[in-house]
T-cell receptor, first 116, second 117 residues
Framework: DARVTQTPRHKVTEMGQEVTMRCQPI?????VFWYRQTMMQGLELLAY????????DSGMPKDRFSAEMPDATLATLKIQPSEPRDSAVYFC??????????????FGQGTRLTVV | AQSVTQPDIHITVSEGASLELRCNYS??????LFWYVQSPGQGLQLLLK??????LVQGIKGFEAEFKRSQSSFNLRKPSVHWSDAAEYFC???????????????FGGGTRVLVKP
């Protein structure tokens, strides 16, 4: 049963600490998305990758957030230093996009981050 | 830029009654449209999608949606709601994959559905 796996599921950290969230996309998918969900803002796209290359990270605060894909099986989202306003659920999703057309994005279960 | 509006933040419906969730999108070309459902503490699960062809699409769990280009709408319906349908529902739009930076999924604000016994 192919699924997107995110770790950790929950993370509580103190303000100023570094946080790293990991995502294993579905094997064979070439597109990975990072979304943040909060009550106030809903689902916000932070960044997305195609064939491991970043296509758009305009939704990310550049000074503290970074997203990478070290290889095709791992995507990471890092916050350094973390702040209380970063508290949210972070979702990773993956999909297979061909040269023309689109397929749906499959979501992981999310990482619930609390920064105190 | 593409955008999605879900006008109803909350909807309460009695079990067994019909349900319709509204979704309006703003996009210049033919969009790819999706409905996702999120149960508490869970990720988003795809209910159905529209890419082209028949404007009435069937999804999982007895849901269907109709694409109406003239109204820029993609409303979700279910004839008879079950208590397990209580969740939050998100409409989303993506553009075509011809551009290198295409295929961003843009979500609406969501509609929370409460089901009364």
């Amino acid at each position: 049963d192919a699924r997107v796996t995110q770790t950790p599921r929950h993370k509580v950290t103190e303000m100023g600490q570094e946080v790293t969230m990991r995502c294993q996309p579905i094997l064979g998918h070439n597109t990975v998305f990072w979304y943040r969900q909060t009550m106030m803002q809903g689902l916000e796209l932070l960044a997305y990758f195609r064939n491991r290359a970043p296509l758009d990270d305009s939704g990310m605060p550049k000074d503290r957030f970074s997203a990478e894909m070290p290889d095709a099986t791992l995507a990471t989202l890092k916050i350094q230093p973390s702040e209380p306003r970063d508290s949210a659920v972070y979702f990773c999703a993956s999909g297979l996009v061909r040269s023309r057309g689109h397929t749906e994005a499959f979501f992981g279960q999310g990482t619930r981050l609390t920064v105190v | 830029a593409q955008s999605v509006t879900q006008p109803d933040i909350h909807i309460t419906v009695s079990e067994g009654a019909s349900l319709e969730l509204r979704c309006n999108y703003s996009y210049g070309a033919t969009p790819y449209l999706f409905w996702y459902v999120q149960s508490p503490g869970q990720g988003l699960q795809l209910l159905l999608k529209y890419f082209s062809g028949d404007t009435l699409v069937q999804g999982i769990k007895g849901f269907e949606a109709e694409f109406k280009r003239s109204q820029s709408s993609f409303n979700l319906r279910k004839p008879s709601v079950h208590w397990s349908d209580a969740a939050e529902y998100f409409c989303a739009v993506a553009d075509e994959g011809v551009k290198a930076a295409g295929n961003k999924l843009t979500f609406g604000g969501g509609t929370r559905v409460l089901v009364k016994p």
